[in-house]
């Protein structure tokens, strides 16, 4: 491997003067020129792509924005399938020359795919179970959910849940038959979910395609069997078939009911039902949730619970405890006539009963709804729909008694349970209380340190009333979702208003500001969901919809119970914004931890001695590596080889500094063997732009200088060899380009200021960028310093993205049209001259605001010059 | 056809004289891209199967193969393997809807010209192949060379 040294020497291009090349072997030499610039072209290109790939993984975790582990996984597979080109790339200049960056490319992409990698498709274990055979430590197997259930049934004295579960080994066999999960991914990976089209129609095809799939034998037998002795003891047995995924809570969430169920199920059609369970998994909110909360979609395996359906006289849902007054002895018991589904969906104004614990369960207050409807059991399969009679729908649901025995179950089950517990619940004709689900419940305390935002006393109200279903304050125009249809042109950042608080609008809560509904209630999945994304959300305003329709932009107060009219600040500052609101979740730390041995940069300095392949630690540290030594191989090569069409002519010009020009493909207009180059044979597109920019305005000579500023010249001077001018080096007082028709590199050493300007300008716009780097100086380090910062501040305000370490400046602007990027161009010209010992003045304000002035003014009559590209 | 006697393809006239066979089992997504492709007047064709793309290639030469990774029968990776051995220097790139870190490596460490996901923009897409292609070019030229031996040894 040459040394830095070796390298700088054939930079200094020490080669003795060789005789004429045979034709043949010109022929050759221009042939290996040709691939050697279009690998460092490549490179160059992928370089490019492997930074953009970088900003975008930095710029998820930075912004408020969801994505996905197929976001993850295909942004590391591009970037290392970009990477491993660049050190090819590097490779094909240098062959043999950087022998350990393969070995260290793969150890850090080995790091990266142990943090992405998804896990294997099979499972162990069987592939049903039988419900009175879990154990609770088997909730990894048939889901939290049916683990807890059966275990809790036999403890709190209840009727053994009779039916089975079909496990998360039965689900990973039916995903894997015939490829299921593979095409899957395999869609995923080529929708973009933000959209939300996309995702409708994406959600709609992965449903079919499950749906449609076959159920392997060996499960569809295991089924079976599990089966047979049921439908033995019970002629009409019909199935309650019910999701219990796995990996609900990864994040600390309990992602309520977006998943399907499938009622009153004969067993003839068991298998469909089983399929369209499992579908859910795709189900519109079910893949938004997922993506909102950084749930990783392998980790969510579909177990399904299948149980004898109970006849029910009256449902609900428990909470156990008051989920925004968590310190109250308040047990909240939500109840209809039939089946728990109205409560369940939001879909009725449901009973409220509120019992407490001590010193005995009993009833302490109730609210009773007008339930208008009610579900029950088809003689046949599913449910019907029924209009409750007059008389019922005010009439309680519950007679005291029976809220004294489901607050004693409550109490029971927290205290079972150690923490407090939503359970749903359902009614038989014999008066026996059946637990259905039995979930944790999330706690949303109404904060007590939260200053008592009031509204001020003229804020126009629009709207009082309904209960609030989780508490905050948010602001945005009305949108009202009455249908599907609706949900896909629902703007972000707008106040969700709908009659019913139907469970599918939960799709819509990672964008809602807030939500008023005219039914639904606490207890409702709605609620639930806009609690764990601390959307604001007021339910059971009568006549929401009517009142709010048109009503603009309008503020939710869901502690106060009221809606006004505009922003009403003083409530809405109360409140501030999460961080990012998946940070913590799988998905989110997968990138973040990947993104360590992506994106930091650690090897800064080409010239110390750790700029070595064995010191890269990152993806980036081996792109900024390869990318620097690709630079000086072909300026070396071009320096090295003694062929005179190509070798560096000098440029022929009336300004007073020496200019060299190595051309690398195309950048002159003709095969020349002179030694000078002349400005009109030019045709690189981003070295005239620049040019332009060096010679729009003719330099005033130094700034006048105050003596302390001379003095910090000259105590530099003492201590940097390189700044005396009895040492003899070339390369200080030259400055090169090295060209191509789109490509430009300059190096230039300007008295005691060195930089960089490297550029791709042409018709492929993403592949369009400029760097600037710029380092050095003559004064005392606390002036460079205030140099960079002051040309960093102008080249800001031109678009270009800036960072500053110390006294080195880099400067980047990219992904720009043609026009654009010589505009820019133009402007890294002319500061390159103007801003020369511009770091003598840099102690008095005043002087800088005058020269900032001068720049600016210049830069503005440049920014509109311009010739165009040439032919 | 001797590739010397050509003009280097330019940025101008790209892909002139390039043949591109795409190899993918997704017959929608195949069907789609030759269609974008023909419009843009690149000479392309398509197999639907590593086997049919082999048989393709023992007849007529080609000079960019783009191929999907996940493939029924013989998978992307076994194809790319396949068509390096036998024809060393046809550009291959890789283009999947599977993102995979690990059959991105081996497949870049199989000399794979790049590895591409889906959705590709039609854009980059073309971009690749004119690389390649001028690769391929470049090689070509190379080789017709090496009987001058010494010609690079400085």
Redesign the interface.
Known sequence: MPSILDTLRRWLGRTAPKPPRPP??V???R??F??RY??FK?LL?ANNKALEIMAEIQAVLAEQAPFGM?FV??R???L???V??IV?HLNELAPGAYTALPERF?EI?AE??RL??PPPLSRQGPLVLALADVRPEQADLVGAKMANLADLASRMGLAPPGGFVVTAAGFARFMAHSDLQ?EI???L??ADIRRPDELYTLSADLQQSIIRAEVPEDLQAAITAVLAPLAAEESALRLAVRSSALGEDEAGTSFAGQYRSQLNVSPDNLLQAYKEVVASKYGVAAMRYRLARGIRDEDVAMCVGCMPMVDAVAGGVVYTRNPLKPDADEILIHSAWGLPKSVVDGGVAADLFVARRHPEPALVARQIGDKAIRFVRHPDEGLIRLENDPADRRRPSLDPDRVRDLARLAAAVEADQGGPRDLEWALDHQGRIHLLQCRPLQLHPLEAEAPTASPPPEAPVRLRGGQTASTGAGAGPVFVVRRDADALAFPPGAVLVAALALPRWASLLDRAAAVVTEQGSIAGHLANVAREFGVPALMGVEGAVAVLHGAGIVTVDADGMAVYDGRIESLLAARPRPVHPMAGSPVYEALRRAADHIVPLTLLDPDSPAFRPQRCRTLHDITRFCHEKAVHEMFSFGK??DFPERSSKQLFTDIPMQWWVLDLDDGLARRTEARYARLEDIVSIPMLALWEGITAFAWEGPPPVDSRGMMAVMFQATTNRALVPTVRSSLANRNYFMISR?YCSLQSRLGFHFCSVEAMV???R??NYATFRFKGGAADEGRRVQRVTFVGEILEAHGFSVSIREDALAARIEDEKPEAMQRALRILGYLIIHTRQLDMVMASSDTVARYRRKLEDQIGQLAGAGSPVPA | MDPYRQPLPSESTPLNGCKVLIVDDEADFLDTLIKRLRRRRIDVRAAESAGEALTILESEPMDVVVLDVRMPQMDGIRLLERIKARYPGIEVIMLTGHASLEAAVEGMGLGAFDYLMKPVDIDELIYKLQDAYRKRCLLKKQHSHQRTPGALAD
């Open positions: 043949a072997e022929e050759a030499l042939i290996a040709q691939t279009h690998h490549l290109a197929t996984r295909s590391c597979t591009r290392s399938a970009t491993f080109a090819r793969r992409e990266i795919n992405v990698a593979t991914n395999r869609r990976q080529a090295h080889h789109h042409g018709d492929r993403g592949e």
